[in-house]
């Protein structure tokens, strides 16, 4: 099995000192979905913006879709990291007054055959095919024509999603996806999500503060807790009384 | 008993710091000297009054003449020409240099000042001076009172649609930098349609200034109907001068009911 990501020794601190991660060592393979889980301030979201440059680290090493690098990636494997991989936040990011359809042409920005994917009435028709395909993935065909402050949270969720999909990414980096939602759309975004990269043989790396999620939606679990792995461990072995303890002191 | 409350009883008025005085002083001292210089004096006004009459006497009734209405009304469509075709260039000029000068997506670096403070000279430099330059540069006429409105357009939407681009919504903008999106992408993609509705009712704003001030740019030879008004004036024809000033008037509330109209439908 190739592995997607690796990191060795993995150590990163703000500029106020105290080390977030101290020293992270991981390794996840091609299609594998992984469940990030950590309390408030664990490095969740740094360890992700470590794996794919987006924050340079103090030492050790971390190998992403087969750049090493140390520290940063160079400007070249940054792009090439970019190219390969899909975001999804938090927040859906889109473009409130534009439509669904343009929203998902949104993905295809930054990559080479992008050019005018500002608007789906200017991008080519190959790419607008590609956007229906990806709405039609997450469900939501029906509403290509709407403007994206029309749709429930869950909604936007979903077509944030298919504009990483657009991309065709060999990984997604999901930072707390269902976070702002309510438990049933939380938990339909997920659905959708973890079927999406399974079919498609996506790797998957996203965290939560929902252990069921974690546990129903993921392969693995990786528990963090002050800077080092807690635990990681196949998503049907994790005990509540290990969860207990990434929780508690 | 009652001194101790005189004590504590604070003066009808607080006391000013020295400084402050002097300030105060000083701008007394400068406003009695100036009045001495720049107000009319009392035979002025006097005096004055009368001939004010006496010149509004002379432009009644206001003329009517066939041929000098077709001229006025020529004047008056080229006014708007002036004003829209600056106002639609300037609009169109001032996207790339707001962008240029925006804090958040700019792709100089600090020499996004140099933009900002190209606007800022456009923008502080009044239109009759711009005028001036247009017509000892380009010539008499209105393609000067074009260049001018132009500038002036510029100064004025290049500073409001850089503060839009700053403030417009940063998620969608994270995000499409994130997966390797330009600023030039980001900026088609994401903060245009963001800040679509105030660039509107910007450039609304422009092309009501823009009709105000290209109906006095023929003052100084920059085209438009004020170039009609001061051959008036000059030739001390003040019937053919009151209907110019009764034509600017309409003018400009007919301008000001249409804009009026425009934003109540925007709402
Ligand atoms: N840009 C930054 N500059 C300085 N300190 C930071 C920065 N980003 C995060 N931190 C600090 O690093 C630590 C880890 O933050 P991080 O966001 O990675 O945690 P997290 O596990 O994602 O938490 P949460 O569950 O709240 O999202 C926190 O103590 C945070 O204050
Ligand atoms: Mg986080």
Known sequence: ?249 | MSSMHDRLLPGRVRSVPAATFAILVALAALFIVSVGQVSPSPSQLVGGLPRMYGLLERMMPPSIETGFLTRVMWRTVETLQIAFVGTVFGVLLSLPIAWFASRTLTPFGPLRHVFKMLISLFRTVPDMVWALIFVASIGLGPVAGTMTILIDTIGFCGRFFAEAIEDSDKQPQEALFTSGASRFSVLTGAVIPDIMPSMINTSQFALEKAVRSSVVLGLVGAGGIGQELKVAFDLFQYKNASTIILVIFVLVLAMEAVTDRLRAKAQ
């Open chain 1, 1 to 249: 099995m190739t592995d997607i990501i690796r990191t060795e020794a993995l150590k990163k601190s703000y500029a106020n000192g105290k080390p977030v991660l101290d020293g992270i060592d991981i390794r996840i393979g091609a299609g594998e979905r992984i469940a990030l889980i950590g309390s408030n301030g664990a490095g969740k979201s740094t360890l992700l913006k470590c794996l794919i440059g987006h924050t340079p680290f103090c030492s050790g090493e971390v190998a992403t879709l087969g750049e090493t690098f140390r520290a940063s990636p160079n400007k070249t494997q940054l792009q090439r990291i970019r190219q390969r991989v899909g975001f999804v936040f938090q927040n859906h990011g889109l473009v409130r007054r534009q439509s669904v359809l343009t929203n998902v042409v949104h993905g295809k920005l930054g990559l080479s055959d992008g050019w005018g994917a500002w608007h789906q009435a200017i991008v080519r028709q190959e790419i607008r095919e590609q956007a229906m395909e990806a709405l039609a993935q997450v469900k939501l065909t029906a509403k290509a024509n709407s403007r994206a402050d029309e749709l429930s949270g869950g909604q936007a969720q979903r077509v944030a999603i298919a504009r990483a999909l657009i991309r065709k990414p060999a990984l997604m980096i999901a930072d707390e996806p269902a976070a702002s939602l309510d438990p049933t759309a939380g938990r339909e975004v997920m659905e959708v999500f973890s079927d999406l990269v399974r079919m498609q043989g996506i790797t998957l790396v996203f965290t939560t503060h929902d252990m069921d999620h974690a546990v129903n939606f993921a392969d693995r679990v990786i528990a963090l807790k002050g800077g080092r792995v807690c635990f990681d461990l196949p998503a049907s072995e994790v005990r509540r009384n290990e969860v207990d303890g990434v929780f508690h002191a």
